[in-house]
């Protein structure tokens, strides 16, 4: 059973470059919610998605945005990137429920020069 | 707000040990869930053990185990018999029962380093 997996696993990018970050949830799960983790801290919540929708926002700005596909995966999209988003990216599925327990892929490093 | 908070950075056991990790949190809210996540070198977010807040009795995983304090809003997180793979990061992390979509907030987390 795959559990969550995250493409690619390092990116290097300017400033004012876009990128596109995917995930692909364990099997079984249909919620996927993304993580912005900064060296030396915990990780911060960017947004979820379930039925294909934005359900919850976090304190990031528009810039930052995402789509889910019909079969539960997802992706993380960063415009006019800053040198401040330098970041560990997380990706973590879940069932839709009041019990559901989030579990996490290995993350995208992405770096900002 | 809700918030959670790891007062320390790190923390250090000797092999065969036991060590606590301390959380504190805090909520307006009476239904909700904790977690203790073990994050390693290999930057993976691992869930180590969970709580619900309208369970009075502490839940235990093997040699993990949890002291909840619901009045004074604590959560630590006791290891027991310490191994070397138990070395790395923790964070402890809440998110209310109902609706909010399951955002988990997260503490700074403690660095566990495991002697031999």
């Known amino acids: 059973d795959a559990g969550v997996t995250q493409s690619p696993t390092h990116l290097i990018k300017t400033r004012g470059q876009q990128v596109t970050l995917r995930c692909s949830p364990k099997s079984g799960h249909d919620t996927v919610s993304w993580y912005q983790q900064a060296l030396g801290q915990g990780p911060q919540f960017i947004f979820q998605?379930?039925?294909?929708?934005?359900?919850q926002r976090g304190n990031f700005p528009d810039r930052f945005s995402g789509h889910q596909f019909p079969n539960y995966s997802s992706e993380l999209n960063v415009n006019a990137l800053l040198l401040g988003d330098s970041a560990l990216y997380l990706c973590a599925s879940s069932n839709r429920g009041e019990k559901e327990t989030q579990y996490f892929g290995p993350g995208t490093r992405l770096l900002v020069l | 707000a809700q918030t959670v908070t790891q007062s320390q950075p790190e923390m250090s056991v000797q092999e065969a040990e036991t060590v606590t990790l301390s959380c504190t949190y805090d909520t307006s809210e009476s239904d909700y869930y904790l977690f203790w996540y073990k994050q390693p070198p290999s930057r993976q977010m691992i869930l180590v053990i969970r709580q619900e807040a309208y369970k009075q009795q502490n839940a235990t995983e093997n040699r993990f185990s949890v002291n909840f304090q619901k009045a004074a809003k604590s959560f630590s997180l006791k290891i027991s018999d310490s191994q070397l793979g138990d070395a790395a990061m923790y964070f402890c992390a809440y998110r209310p029962r109902y609706n909010q979509g399951g955002k988990l907030i997260f503490g700074q987390g403690t660095e566990l380093s495991v002697k031999p």
């Open positions: 998605y379930y039925e294909e929708e934005e359900r």
